[in-house]
């Protein structure tokens, strides 16, 4: 079975750290670029991150620009999104998200269960 599985979600207090791991079973993610997502109760799912399959290109949303990190390991079939200093504002469920664009025409897209990250006091 294809799937993308989170971890490393929890609660932490503000100025904390998380880090989220993304596993890939049953496929290899060396073809992929990689985003990290996360959705708050009652608001638009966003995206937070992103990385190429090359590692060459990499995005972050303005609101974690210096406090979060992806990075990826084909080698382990996993991706990462290390989380610092974070915030009250950071409290969502993150989710992995793999696209491999496999001709002009048409990708494949997979996501993951995701796993909740809760900032406070």
């Known amino acids: 079975q294809v799937r993308l599985v989170e971890s490393g979600g929890g609660s932490v207090q503000p100025g904390g750290s998380l880090r989220l791991s993304c596993a890939a079973l049953?496929?290899?993610?060396?073809?992929?670029?990689i985003a990290w997502f996360r959705q708050a109760p009652g608001k638009e799912r966003e995206e937070v991150s992103c990385?190429?399959?090359?590692?060459?290109?990499?995005h972050y949303v303005n609101s974690v620009k210096g406090r979060f990190t992806i990075s990826r390991d084909n080698a382990k079939n996993r991706v990462y999104l290390q989380m610092n200093n974070l915030k009250p504002e950071d409290t969502a469920v993150y989710y992995c998200?793999?696209?491999?664009?496999?001709?002009?025409?048409?990708?494949?897209?997979?996501w993951g269960q995701g796993t909740l990250v809760t900032v406070s006091s």
């Open positions: 998200n793999a696209v491999w664009q496999a001709t002009i025409e048409g990708a494949v897209e997979i």
């Open positions: 990385i190429s399959r090359n590692h060459s290109t990499i």
């Open positions: 049953g496929f290899t993610l060396d073809y992929y670029a």
